[in-house]
């Protein structure tokens, strides 16, 4: 930028010369520099571990920027001079009022709430730079990819807006080939957690909101035509019975490109089959199998097969299992038989403190306690988890309930909080649809009955149905009515779900010690699930089962409630509130909660409350009468 310009703005900016001739100027001055292409958001790459990557986890600086004054000036205006073109003098008496190189640095994937201690509580924008190396390629994209930023995240390469994403809990990937340059590059990251009515979560949670850029970033170079997503999904409706087994299997290209082949080899089982894209860009197809060869996923078998995809000269790599779920009835049938989801609901945080989890250690630490209780089954709440936890929960033969966020009182009637919604869905979905284990896609929590968020609710049941025909639908519903200890269920969304789940807290939030009582109607033939029940105890405080806290009131609890769902006609299964201990800003009890929700059966350092073992022995029950 010419020195005379600069000195001229600063002088503007300085003496406050009024504010319309300083936008005049900006314009000018955006008209004059030379324009480069804005980088594209595209839609979600699927399966990025297939493709050669670059990380960008590791030292980030970061300036925390409570006024947003790197985004605003002091009109609220978007100011074309912010933090992210990363400026620095370039003369003695320049004024550039930030410095990325001179600020703190900070471990990313992470929170920052437990990276900076001045940072616990807070809730604003932050703002992140990391430097790269990178040589802009002729015949290949590059695409940034986050796993994650909680909420509202910008970003920029190189001082050129690459794009914006909102939503905490999914992934996105822009297209930054046009903006790199040979050598030293600079991204930089404004992300913001604040919460607004209209956001999804919306203003009120019972979790943590953990800011910053919470999961791993990396640089994903394609090639310019390349396989945008593809499914390979085993047809329901074929039983053993049957010679042979269908494999639907479709795939979609970056563009609408025909003639391109597109083939698919699962080596072990001996399938290959070659397609060629439509107009669309499009390939779809079946795979046949001998019955036979074919060894179905399954909690105790969760075997997944090498599958080959290569495009034109490019060949990715994924490992999908082949399994159907499907319901008849109250029954829940995996491969074509019923099976009962012995499970634990698990918020995505690690143990000790220590944030927001990423990685498959942690993913393998919580998923162990929960199989140690005798799971086959977790409730990943209340939003997508990462990669990292569905894979290795697949692995490990653990059955998923995913969700997104659409938790208590939603804005029902904003489209942009619909949009938000549906997109939350859409890449939720986008991203885990090859998993074998996931089995239940839910979109909401404990929402108010209200014909607005019927509709809303109804729109994204449909929508969820229309992205995947394979899963169940389903969502945590409320007992509707418990007078004289009769708990009925009454829930207009009971038509768009196949699974029936809902919440309940006899024993803590109401009739403590009743649970012997209770009677349960739920006029629905569906298979029901008991998505949360539960108690608080803080581990390691001992006393009578009636008082609360004590571990022996959470263990009475348990047994209460076990012996009273059991008794529940169509109960297919059951995630308890919840495996761990987690941060809770709602949970304030001094000496108690200490800003944790402590309805864990182990503590947030891995401490099992006796409550465990009594979920361990009733799973154990349910496992020996299958066999
Ligand atoms: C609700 C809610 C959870 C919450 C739990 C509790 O049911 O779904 O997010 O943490 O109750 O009150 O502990």
Redesign the pocket.
């Known amino acids: 930028m010419c020195t005379f310009v600069a000195v001229f703005l600063q002088k503007a900016k300085k003496t406050k010369m009024k504010h319309t001739l300083f936008s005049i100027i900006m314009l000018t001055v955006s008209v004059l520099l030379p324009a480069t292409a804005a980088a594209e958001v595209l839609p979600l790459l699927q399966n990025v571990n297939a493709y050669e990557q670059t990380s960008l986890n590791g030292e980030w600086n970061y300036i925390v920027d409570v006024q947003e004054e790197g985004y605003y000036d002091y009109r609220m205006n978007p100011t074309p001079w912010g933090f992210f073109l990363n400026a620095k003098p370039q003369r003695p008496e320049d004024l550039i009022e930030y410095d990325f190189d001179k600020a703190p640095v900070m471990q990313i994937p992470s929170d920052w709430n437990t990276q900076d201690e001045r940072l616990f509580f807070y809730e604003g924008t932050v703002w992140f730079k990391r430097s790269f190396q990178a040589v802009p390629m002729q015949d290949y994209r590059t695409l940034l990819y986050f796993g994650a930023v909680n909420y509202d995240c910008r970003v920029w390469v190189n001082g050129k807006e690459a794009g914006r994403h909102v939503g905490g809990f999914t992934p996105f990937n822009f297209d930054i080939s046009d903006l790199l340059v040979e050598g030293e590059n600079v991204v930089i990251v404004k992300v913001d957690n604040k919460r607004h009515k209209g956001d999804v979560p919306t203003q009120i949670?019972?979790?943590w909101n953990y800011g910053g850029i919470t999961r791993d970033v990396m640089l994903v170079k394609t090639t310019k035509v390349y396989l945008e997503d593809y499914s390979a999904a085993l047809r329901r409706g074929e039983g053993r019975k049957d010679g042979k087994r269908t494999i639907d299997f479709s795939a979609r290209l970056n563009t609408p490109e025909a003639g391109h082949k597109v083939t698919v080899r699962i080596p072990e089982l001996k399938l290959e089959s070659t397609f060629t894209t439509d107009s669309e860009g499009k390939v779809g197809g079946t795979l046949k199998v001998s019955a036979k060869k074919l060894t179905l996923w399954s909690p105790e078998n969760p075997k997944r097969y090498q599958v080959l995809l290569s495009l034109d000269t490019a060949t990715y790599s994924d490992s999908i299992g082949f399994r159907t779920i499907e319901t008849r009835g109250k029954q829940i049938l995996l491969n074509g038989e019923p099976v009962f989801l012995r499970g634990i609901s698990i918020h995505e945080e690690k143990p000790n403190g220590g944030g927001r989890a990423n990685s498959t250690d942690d993913a393998r630490t919580l998923l162990t306690w929960a199989k140690e209780l005798g799971c086959n089954y977790v409730r990943l709440?209340?939003y997508p988890h990462n990669e990292y936890m569905v894979r290795e929960a697949e692995r490990m033969g653990i059955m998923v309930w995913s969700e997104i966020p659409v938790?208590w009182t939603i804005d029902w009637t904003n489209d942009d909080t619909y949009a938000n919604a549906r997109q939350q869905l859409h890449d939720m979905i986008a991203r885990d649809h090859n998993r074998a284990n996931i089995i239940i896609w839910s979109i909401a929590?404990?929402t108010p009955h209200s014909a607005e968020r019927d509709s809303f609710l109804g729109r994204l049941a449909r929508y969820a149905r229309s992205q995947d025909s394979t899963r169940l639908i389903s969502m945590?519903m409320e007992v509707t009515s418990a007078a004289n200890y009769v708990n009925r269920l009454q829930d207009n969304m009971h038509e768009l779900v196949d699974v029936v789940s809902f919440?309940q807290?006899v024993g803590w939030?109401r009739d403590v010690n009743d649970a012997p009582k209770m009677r349960w109607e739920i006029p629905y033939d569906k298979p029901v699930i008991i998505s949360?029940f539960?108690g608080?105890a803080k581990y390691g405080y001992h006393g009578a089962k009636n008082q609360r806290w004590t571990e022996e009131f959470q263990e009475n609890l348990y047994r209460e409630n076990l012996a009273m769902i059991d008794k529940i006609e169509g109960l297919a299964g059951t995630s308890p509130?919840?495996l761990k201990d987690f941060r809770?800003p709602r949970r304030v009890l001094n000496g108690v909660q200490d800003y944790y929700?402590r309805?864990g059966v182990v503590s947030d350092r891995g401490e099992k409350k006796k409550a465990f073992y009594v979920l361990k022995e009733w799973y154990q029950t349910k496992e020996n009468k299958k066999k």
């Open positions: 949670f019972d979790w709440a209340h938790y929590n404990e945590a919440n807290y939030y949360e539960g608080g509130w919840i809770s929700n309805k």
